[in-house]
């Protein structure tokens, strides 16, 4: 059974293993760890004012990640939204379970909106949020506050409901 957790350190180097994985062997993006310290230290980068990183588990087994950055004005930013190839799909709904969880996270700290950047080659990953309810928009009017990675170049906005 999947369960979703708050990070904890015994994590760290699984959540590095899957990311690294997925971004390098299936998507061939050209990144490395050094490229992405946040990893190195996700407490202090990620889980500061409203923020959190959550993990998706099979048993000790780390399958899932997402991550908010908590970016001021009630606004929020995800990153590290990640399934493992093998627990992915609509049978698991990790992804749901991932997002889901962040969402209430959100909606209990009040955030307004959340927003998020990924490439055009993640179509999956581009259906996903918009059959939940995100919204494409162009990086132009992204807060000015948005910590947009060098590769991303579509954006995303959600608009949190009470």
């Known amino acids: 059974m999947i369960q979703i957790a708050h990070y904890r350190k015994e994590h760290q180097q699984s959540i590095i293993d899957l990311i690294l994985g997925i971004q390098q062997n299936e998507f061939n993006i050209p990144i490395t760890l050094a ?3 946040d990893l190195l230290t ?6 500061q004012n409203k923020g959190a990183f959550w993990v998706a588990l099979n048993g000790e087994q780390v ?4 991550a908010l950055i908590d970016i001021g004005d009630h606004m929020g930013a ?10 992915r799909g609509k049978e698991l709904g990790i992804a749901s379970l991932l997002l889901n969880a962040m969402l209430k996270h959100c909606r ?3 955030l ?4 998020l950047g990924t490439l055009p080659r993640l179509q999956a990953a581009m259906r996903f949020y918009e059959k939940n309810g995100f919204v494409q928009l162009p990086k132009s009017t992204l807060p000015h506050q948005f910590p947009a990675m060098t590769l991303d170049t579509v954006f995303y906005e959600y608009k949190i409901a009470g």
Do not use: L
């Open 63 to 66: 399958v899932g990640t997402i």
């Open 42 to 47: 996700i407490p202090s980068f990620y889980c």
């Open 112 to 115: 307004a909106s959340i927003y």
């Open 108 to 110: 209990q700290h009040g």
């Open 35 to 37: 490229d992405q310290p």
């Open 78 to 87: 995800i990153r590290k939204m990640f399934v493992h190839r093998d627990f």
